[in-house]
């Protein structure tokens, strides 16, 4: 999931009403109401990537996922569609290993970076900017990737429908859909209030700290980001705040939104090392999907078969 994971590490002590109220423009006397507005304003929010898309690879720096994708990618002979492909963290390692590539996202800033990323390196892949759950493309894709976790974005059970329906639509008969997010089982236990380091991240000039807190998560998670500049005198240059939202989506729900939307399971996976998903124990859910043949296309291989 694009929004960041915590480490577990406690930064030193705040007033999170008080740091809210200050980044909301508020004043002292007024920071409960600026907490209860944010609370309150997260249920109808898109989170803005275009307002940290220029630092956004200061601080996300994760490849765990990038072998188990190559791999995937390698096995298709044909054009690729990457979900939610932000500044490029998936998409580079794609393309510079020959895949065919069509990147989308919801914010241009992110994409901005990544079209630059591709200018800079002399690559080449479409770039296109569109939500997820309302795509426009021929149905000529063999593989649709939704990497990152970051399914878990797509909030309500409306819009994941819709999302799974367009993804549906953009694949060439017996295409795959991979989706991934976070086993609630397990991610759940850190959705408790508590503001969490996510890590401390050099920059050209100083050190970017990022924490966090989340609330919620049945099944939606509110999460507010910190993102706090320090110079190499270790002085407090400026502060972000990153208002989150993501949903937590069950096993037998899912599996129930895919199967409606025309796709059969493959595969689910508990791990990028392609483990079994275990309730208890998996950190993720990878689910390898595919779409149905068309009728004419199986009365034709049947024919076929008989001859």
């Given at each position: 999931?694009?929004?960041?994971?915590?480490?577990?590490?406690?930064?030193?002590?705040?007033?999170?009403?008080f740091?809210?109220?200050?980044?909301?423009?508020?004043?002292?006397?007024?920071?409960s109401?600026?907490?209860?507005?944010?609370?309150?304003?997260?249920?109808?929010?898109?989170?803005?990537?275009?307002?940290?898309?220029?630092?956004?690879?200061?601080?996300?720096?994760?490849?765990?996922?990038?072998?188990f994708?190559?791999?995937?990618?390698?096995?298709?002979?044909?054009?690729?569609?990457?979900?939610?492909?932000?500044?490029?963290?998936?998409?580079?390692?794609?393309?510079?290993a020959?895949?065919?590539?069509?990147?989308?996202?919801?914010?241009?800033?992110?994409?901005?970076v990544?079209?630059?990323?591709?200018?800079?390196?002399?690559?080449?892949?479409?770039?296109?900017?569109?939500?997820?759950?309302?795509?426009?493309?021929?149905?000529?894709?063999?593989?649709?990737?939704?990497?990152?976790?970051?399914?878990?974005?797509?909030?309500?059970?409306?819009?994941?429908?819709?999302?799974?329906?367009?993804?549906?639509?953009?694949?060439?008969?017996?295409?795959?859909?991979?989706?991934?997010?976070?086993?609630?089982?397990?991610?759940?236990?850190?959705?408790?209030?508590?503001?969490?380091?996510?890590?401390?991240?050099?920059?050209q000039?100083?050190?970017?700290?990022?924490?966090?807190?989340?609330?919620?998560?049945?099944?939606?998670?509110?999460?507010?980001?910190?993102?706090?500049?320090f110079?190499?005198?270790?002085?407090?240059?400026?502060?972000?705040?990153?208002?989150m939202?993501?949903?937590?989506?069950?096993?037998?729900?899912f599996?129930?939104?895919?199967?409606?939307?025309?796709?059969?399971?493959?595969?689910?996976?508990?791990?990028?090392?392609?483990?079994?998903?275990?309730?208890e124990?998996?950190?993720?859910?990878?689910?390898?999907?595919?779409?149905?043949?068309?009728?004419?296309?199986?009365?034709?291989?049947?024919?076929?078969?008989?001859?």
């Open positions: 999931m694009r929004t960041t994971e915590p480490n577990g590490e406690p930064p030193p002590p705040i007033n999170l009403e740091e809210i109220m200050v980044l909301l423009g508020g004043s002292p006397d007024g920071s109401l600026a907490f209860a507005a944010w609370n309150h304003d997260m249920s109808t929010m898109q989170i803005d990537y275009d307002s940290v898309a220029e630092i956004y690879d200061l601080y996300v720096t994760a490849d765990y996922d990038i072998p994708f190559l791999e995937e990618a390698r096995k298709i002979d044909g054009p690729v569609l990457e979900l939610t492909a932000g500044t490029g963290r998936l998409s580079l390692p794609l393309v510079q020959g895949v065919q590539l069509t990147c989308v996202d919801g914010s241009r800033g992110m994409l901005d990544l079209s630059r990323k591709l200018t800079q390196r002399g690559l080449n892949a479409e770039v296109r900017c569109a939500d997820v759950c309302q795509l426009a493309f021929p149905p000529s894709f063999r593989l649709a990737i939704l990497p990152f976790q970051s399914f878990m974005e797509i909030v309500g059970k409306e819009r994941q429908r819709q999302a799974l329906a367009a993804v549906h639509a953009c694949l060439a008969p017996g295409g795959r859909f991979i989706c991934t997010f976070h086993n609630p089982a397990i991610r759940r236990t850190q959705v408790d209030g508590v503001l969490r380091l996510v890590g401390r991240f050099p920059t000039d100083g050190t970017l700290v990022v924490s966090g807190f989340e609330q919620g998560g049945h099944p939606v998670v509110t999460r507010l980001q910190f993102l706090e500049f110079g190499s005198d270790g002085q407090l240059r400026s502060k972000q705040m990153l208002p939202e993501f949903a937590f989506i069950e096993k037998d729900d599996d129930c939104m895919a199967r409606q939307a025309g796709f059969h399971v493959l595969d689910l996976f508990g791990n990028y090392d392609r483990s079994p998903f275990h309730a124990r998996s950190p993720v859910m990878i689910w390898v999907l595919q779409k149905e043949e068309s009728q004419q296309r199986q009365a034709a291989d049947g024919a076929a078969h008989r001859r």
